[in-house]
């Protein structure tokens, strides 16, 4: 699969995606590199807002977990997952909905 | 002479008071949540690195394995971390046969457990972030996000400081097999 096409199901996989209490609304993926040049696929993830000052941390790590293994599966590169609370949207941009 | 040793738990303290609870009005202090998260993955490298020296050096005095500990390299608890996560199915690729076979023995045997993976993710979310948080210009760190990472990194260094399981004990005897002897 090309990578595009592969970031598009992951997309498709991470939008609508429940963990806990972390709903996912809308995200954001790009193929990028780290500084020691090996690759990454960047995900960003628009999220309901925590019902404290953070989310339950177990609901964060099996978000991440569900995603990295759908990236295995679709031949990407490790995952770098940010997620970003609905009341935070304003300060970032290019959410694919 | 003063000794003002590298404790994790004073790191992550550290990292807590640069994100409070309670924050100012006012735009967020996107600043302060960078050096919050690289001081966070700092408290848990150092608590790695720590577990590994004693690992290895179980009699030695405190100076030694100082000296001993500064010689773990990040890329050290990185590589056998990917092994980990590519055991796992959650990083592209398997490890070379040879550590396969170590980590995967035979049948239904696997020598990595709950705090064993713990530790790797752990470690790998929060050297991502860091690398991010110090030099990534265009990464944004939300108050909510970065205070998850801290709890992640607490739970980390918990996990790293407490475990007595077997299949961690071979995580962080890999780690020291990886690392090598500096020229000081």
Do not use: C
């Amino acid at each position: 699969m090309r990578p595009e096409g592969a970031l598009g199901e992951l997309s498709d996989f991470a939008v609508g995606h429940e963990s806990g209490e972390i709903h996912v609304h809308a995200a954001s993926l790009a193929l990028d590199e780290r500084r020691d040049g090996e690759p990454v696929t960047r995900i960003m993830l628009l999220v309901n807002d925590p019902a404290g000052d953070t989310w339950e941390l177990d609901s964060v790590l099996r978000l991440r977990r569900d995603l990295a293994r759908r990236a295995v599966e679709l031949g990407l590169p490790t995952v770098s997952v940010s997620l970003v609370p609905e009341s935070d949207a304003d300060s970032v941009e290019d959410f694919v909905r | 002479m003063p000794s003002y040793p590298i404790e994790p738990g004073k790191l992550l303290e550290t990292a807590d008071r640069l994100v409070p609870a309670h924050p100012g009005r006012g735009r967020p202090a996107y600043t302060d949540h960078r050096r919050a998260l690289s001081t966070a993955y700092y408290a848990v490298f150092h608590a790695i690195t720590d577990r590994v020296t004693k690992a290895a050096f179980t009699e030695a005095d405190t100076a030694f394995q100082r000296k001993v500990q500064r010689w773990i390299k990040h890329g050290d608890i990185r590589m056998v971390s990917v092994w980990v996560g590519q055991m796992e199915g959650t990083i592209k690729g398997g490890p070379p046969q040879h550590i396969e076979a170590l980590l995967r023995p035979g049948e239904g045997v696997i020598h990595i457990d709950a705090d064993t993976l713990s530790i790797a993710e752990g470690f790998l979310d929060l050297n991502e972030v860091r690398e991010q948080a110090d030099y990534d210009h265009d990464a944004v760190f939300t108050r909510p996000q970065t205070l998850s990472y801290l709890a992640q990194a607490r739970s980390v260094v918990a996990t790293v400081e407490g475990t007595q399981t077997d299949a961690a004990k071979r995580f962080f005897g890999l780690v020291a097999m990886r690392s090598n002897i500096q020229a000081r």
